[in-house]
Structures are given as structure tokens and as C-alpha cells.
């Protein structure tokens, strides 16, 4: 109804959002107006906070506080300089950090190829991969990717452009999650695992 358009445009911004439908963001949207607690004025506070306070690094691209850009992970002297974890989004950043078990340097490519939604290597952040490697002396680059096709191919198309560069190339182990059983693990879960084993003692 056209004399209710700001709900509709609050709908259609809800909407935007990943993993978000359009009847999804109807009911949000309807849930933010009929509140009388002031959700929406704090949300709309929150989110302009956000957007004057917090960007992606310049350098690695993780999330940052504009008076820290580059980020605190890039400046940080006590991590590995020369260790390089590529990964898709800052999002995956933040996982990482919290397993508390890598501390080298990161770079996010922001995305992962997928022709099928029109996104090639030119829409990612390889460029200034290819540029940190040279200017950084970096030294092994790990690629952390998801198993799905369009990591699966992004990792091999990292690993064709790194093969003529003077730097290590890894991926990380895939294998079954803690706490799991054999018997319930999938078939492709299962043969990635044994093609990543390690001896015993490592």
C-alpha cells in the first residue's frame, strides 16, 4: 500500500541481508514498527555507529575501527610476518583468531570465484595478494577455504598463480570434527581425511 512505502523500504533493506528472504524480513520489519521499547531507534543508532566507526582493513581486510586502520593484526609485531592465511571474508578472520591457533598475518579475498553469479579473480582481492607476497617477503601462504566447488576452485586457481612465486603453498587439513564418530562422518568428509593423515607423532 503505497501510504505504507517506509515499511516497504525497510523491508527491502532487511532483505539485503545474507540468508535473509523477503517474508523474513516482512516479519522483522513488522516486529521493529509495532515495538514500543525503542528497538528500532536503537538499532538505527547502533547502525550508524557502526558505519562511522568501524571499516575493513586496508590491509588484510579484516573488520577494524577506522583510528586503527591497518588493524591491530597487521601492526601487531608479535605475529608471524612471514605466514600469510587467505581466507574468503573477515568473517572467517575472527573464527580463526578465536581457535587461538594460528599467529601469522591474514588477507581475506572478500568472495570466492563463482561464475555462476558472475564473480572471476578480478572481483577478488589477488592482486594485492600477489602484491603483499612480493612487498611482505612472505614465506608460506596458507589458503582457508571451504570444501564446497567454488572454494575447492578458488583454492586451485590460488595455487596455479602461486606456483611461480618463491613462496610455500598449503591448504588446511580437512577431516572429521571433534567428537565425532567414524560411522556417522560422510563418505567425502572420510576420504579427505585420509588423503590429509599425518604420522602418529606430529
Known sequence: MQYL??????TAALSRLPGIGR????????ALVQDQKGLMRILANALLEADENMVTCEQ??????TTKNPCDL????????????????PADIIKI???GGFHGRYHALM????????VGAVDLRVDKLLQRIADEKIAEVIITLGTDVESDATAVYLREILSTRSVKVSRIAFGLP??????????ATLSRAIKGRRTIDE
Open 5 to 10: 512505502i517506509p515499511l516497504d523500504t525497510l
Open 23 to 30: 517474508r523474513t524480513a516482512e516479519r522483522m520489519a513488522m
Open 60 to 65: 588484510c581486510g579484516s573488520i577494524t575501527l
Open 74 to 89: 597487521c601492526t601487531r609485531p608479535r605475529r608471524d610476518a612471514h605466514m600469510l592465511c587467505v581466507v574468503e571474508s
Open 97 to 99: 583468531e578465536e581457535s
Open 111 to 118: 568472495g570466492r570465484l563463482s561464475p555462476m553469479n558472475g
Open 178 to 187: 571433534a567428537g565425532s564418530a567414524v560411522e556417522y562422518t560422510d563418505a
